[in-house]
């Protein structure tokens, strides 16, 4: 299923693109106000231990297959408590959610895209589970940009989840016939563009470089974290308090041009144009892409002598000297109004045992705590043993408005991206996006 992987990718990403007001009116923010929500005592004696009865669990169609992974594992082991789980569709997944809660029949648990749980967190709908988060005796292993997206003002309104990690793959065989070091990927846009050359002169239908040019949700997974690597960001702010860094973004302008030099001088592979993410990474799998920026999960599903021709790198800044990638992924919320938030909680602590989590790249994900990485573990994942090394130069923008600026279709994000890449016209798509980015950053915050 060479498929699967790459489209939970997209999907990930992309799944959100529904603007905040939507989710503001979804919840009674912008009219009425919303039923208030039972209190959830997270203290009370007993709490997460011996639950029964039934937890009603949504999880994204994307992080699904871990879900039932996980799902099956503890209603095997837990005769008292059922979890029920219930795959929601990414593009449908925040409205729904809302509409849930605005109706005062939330689910008991969801698994949700980390990048939107500042959105209800913002809107005070998840529970504070500072208590029990802090007491949990994995808590300092856990992922720390993912534990992040869950905290506000020192309070913990959730947990990570499952990853995913966005990194530059590189095909060794073809990096050997272009008469490159395999074991020296590029480490800055120079090197990029230098492999990319020699690496298309083999022809045959071999490109350099590939990537997926109309895929907003793809893009902003893996080149953003080329200007992390710089400290820089294209939101300044904390959330609700969001400015767009465009104009004047010098790492944005190298960035962009990168990727223009790749596509203009024939460099990146034809498809990156049209790629929408439908079949993202397929033709790197086939041998014929020299590098390109991905998940882990095309490797989740490539055969064995594949994934032993191709090696895997952090982004690098433009000229060099820092690395970062997206510690992207899922993260756990308890609705206020669960029905069942002791038995959530019970389920959450269970997902997050080290015997479940290192199961995670089985379902082409990579764990959210690093002590999974036993000799065992490296021997049967050595990409994703990498992956969570380097988690300390992960990031995760904390912030409301990154599906209005990034995720929404025809956005700010891929309209300079196409406009700068595609067209050329790298001076005018940053001029534009200064002011696209901050008229989709009031959107998102009215």
Not at 339 to 359: C, H, T, V, Y
């Amino acid at each position: 299923m060479p498929i699967e992987s790459t489209r939970h990718r997209r999907t990930r990403r992309t799944g959100a693109s529904l603007l905040l007001p939507v989710l503001g009116a979804a919840l009674g923010l912008a009219g009425c106000a919303a039923p208030a929500p039972s209190s959830i005592n997270v203290t009370a004696s007993g709490f997460g231990n011996n639950a029964t009865g039934v937890v009603q669990f949504w999880d994204r169609s994307t992080t699904s297959p871990f879900g039932k992974l996980l799902v099956d594992r503890f209603n095997a082991t837990h005769k008292n408590l059922k979890v029920v789980l219930t795959p929601v569709q990414d593009t449908q997944y925040v409205t729904k959610l809302a509409t849930a809660i605005r109706a005062g029949d939330p689910p008991d648990l969801v698994g949700i895209d980390d990048i939107n749980s500042q959105l209800f967190i913002y809107h005070k709908v998840f529970t504070d589970l500072t208590p029990q988060v802090k007491a949990l005796p994995e808590k300092n292993k856990l992922s720390p940009g993912a534990l992040n997206l869950a905290t506000e003002n020192g309070h913990y309104y959730g947990t990570p989840y499952v990853a995913d990690m966005s990194v530059l793959w590189y095909n060794k065989t073809l990096f050997r016939r272009a008469g490159l070091n395999p074991d020296k990927p590029p480490a800055s846009y120079a090197q990029i563009l230098s492999d990319a050359r020699k690496i298309t002169a083999l022809g045959h239908g071999i490109y350099g470089f590939s990537f997926a040019g109309r895929c907003e949700g793809c893009l902003g997974f893996t080149i953003l974290p080329d200007i992390w690597a710089t400290s820089k960001d294209l939101l300044n702010g904390q959330p609700g308090h969001e400015t767009a860094f465009i104009q004047g973004n010098m790492p944005l302008r190298q960035t962009l041009n990168l990727y223009h030099q790749l596509w203009a001088d024939g460099l990146a592979d034809p498809i990156s144009h049209v790629e929408t993410g439908a079949t993202w990474g397929l033709n790197f799998l086939a041998g014929k892409i020299g590098m390109m920026p991905l998940g882990y999960g095309p490797m989740a599903t490539a055969p064995p002598g594949f994934r032993s021709q191709v090696g895997m790198t952090l982004f690098p800044a433009p000229s060099g000297g820092a690395t970062a990638t997206f510690d992207g992924g899922a993260n756990f919320g308890i609705p206020a109004g669960s029905k069942n938030p002791s038995g959530a909680w019970e389920f959450i602590k269970f997902a997050l045992q080290q015997a479940q989590q290192s199961l995670a790249p089985s379902a082409g994900f990579e764990p959210v705590r690093n002590d999974v990485l036993t000799p065992q573990f490296r021997a049967k994942y050595p990409f994703v043993a990498a992956m969570l090394e380097n988690l300390s130069r992960g990031h995760a923008p904390k912030t409301i408005v990154y599906n209005t600026t990034f995720n929404q279709p025809g956005g700010p994000w891929l309209n300079m991206f196409t406009q700068a890449v595609f067209d050329g016209n790298i001076a005018a798509a940053i001029r534009t996006g200064q002011g696209a980015f901050s008229t989709a950053i009031d959107l998102g915050k009215s």
